[in-house]
């Protein structure tokens, strides 16, 4: 009888490490739960960012109004006749 009870009290001590400390615990669970919210997250970060992304390229492949103001903006391109003038500001 005493190995008997021996046994079943090590097989609840092992069955309470697994649900207090090993894979499949509370804190395990709680865990997971945190990194899945942080990801999605991250996810919806990206989507947002991949959806203006596909915005600017459609206007892209569409209009030269978005190629000119690119240009313009990113390569400091003017149109022919136009006169471009540089403002400098004095450093005090």
Do not use: P
């Not at 919806?44 to 492949?61: F, G, H, P, S, T």
Request: charged share 35%; net charge negative; with cysteine.
């Amino acid at each position: 009888m005493k190995w008997f009870v021996g046994i079943l009290l090590v097989l609840f001590c092992a069955l309470q490490y697994r649900l207090w400390i090993g894979e499949g615990s509370f804190a395990h669970v709680a865990r997971l739960k945190a990194e899945i919210e942080e990801q999605s997250a991250e996810n919806d970060r990206l989507k947002e960012r991949n959806q203006i992304l596909a915005i600017e390229v459609d206007a892209l492949k569409s209009g030269t109004d978005s190629i000119e103001e690119r240009a313009r903006g990113d390569m400091g391109m003017i149109r022919k006749g136009e006169t471009f003038y540089m403002v400098v500001e004095d450093e005090e």
